[in-house]
């Protein structure tokens, strides 16, 4: 079992920056890859980025790329989202996710179906 808790979230200006942490706990070396999704109000939940435990690849939504960085800390079980260039249409609640079984390497871990244990968010608004 692995539990995730987020951290970081806020309320900043537009062309601000924030750093947010997710850090797992209990069966870590369980972790494939974690990844970070968003919810405005109103709307779905949205893939913005994730990274896979090995070889440290990436992956973006478009609306973030150039923007948003996503880095992990092995030796923590943590993975960090720093957003910089923040946009009003960035504020939602911020979600990590952990997937805990294999994937291939052409998957792009951009669906909330590939994984199978989330935090419980934390909220990023960005002020005009």
């Known amino acids: 079992q692995v539990q995730l808790v987020e951290s970081g979230g806020g309320l900043v200006q537009a062309g601000d920056s924030l750093r947010l942490s997710c850090a797992a706990s209990?069966?870590?070396?369980?972790?494939?890859?974690m990844g970070w999704f968003r919810q405005a109000p109103g709307k779905e939940r949205e893939f913005v980025a994730a990274?896979?435990?090995?070889?440290?690849?990436?992956y973006f939504a478009d609306s973030v790329k150039g923007r948003f960085t996503i880095s992990r800390d092995n030796t923590k079980a943590a993975v960090y989202l720093q957003m910089n260039s923040l946009k009003p249409e960035d504020t939602a609640v911020y979600y990590c996710?952990?997937?805990?079984?294999?994937?291939?390497?052409?998957?792009?871990?951009?669906?909330?179906?590939?994984?199978?244990?989330w935090g419980q968010g934390t909220q990023v608004t960005v002020s005009s």
């Open positions: 209990g069966r870590t070396f369980s972790i494939y890859a």
């Open positions: 996710a952990g997937r805990t079984t294999r994937i291939a390497s052409t998957r792009l871990l951009s669906s909330s179906t590939e994984y199978d244990i």
């Open positions: 990274i896979r435990w090995s070889g440290a690849s990436t």
